[in-house]
């Protein structure tokens, strides 16, 4: 779907800007010692991605500043390894991205996490 601007070629800009508005849920799954699944649903499909606990460097919250806003991310610190693809040795990825909760509820959210993961490090 796209919008016809006004000299009549398609405006693909508008149609991200729909579907990236068009999200319906967001969950992210914590599994200890199994590793943590973001899924976000859309109107038109879904988006799953799925960390390794293994992998799993560390968990941090992000201030990224935009214009006049300052926003807040809990973001996985990811050891990646040298799988041959990826150059960089560690990446990180935001948790909700789209949905851009309050710091208040990130900081619980990463307190759980930080617990956790200090539980699975002292097992091994």
């Not at 990236?20 to 879904?46: A, D």
């Not at 992998?55 to 214009?67: H, P, R, T, Y």
């Not at 040298?82 to 909700?96: R, Y």
């Amino acid at each position: 779907m796209a919008y016809i601007n006004n000299i009549g070629t398609p405006d693909y800009t508008k149609t991200s800007c729909i579907l990236e508005n068009s999200l319906n849920i967001k969950s992210v799954l914590v599994i200890p010692t199994v590793g943590v699944q973001s899924s976000v649903k859309y109107v038109f499909g879904r988006e799953d991605y799925f960390v390794p606990w293994a992998c799993i460097d560390d968990v941090i919250i992000n201030e990224v500043i935009k214009l006049n806003r300052v926003l807040y991310f809990l973001t996985l610190i990811v050891k990646t390894g040298s799988t041959g693809q990826d150059t960089e040795p560690i990446k990180l990825i935001p948790l909700f991205k789209y949905t851009k909760p309050r710091l208040l509820m990130l900081e619980t959210i990463y307190s759980e996490l930080q617990e956790l993961l200090t539980a699975s490090s002292k097992l091994e």
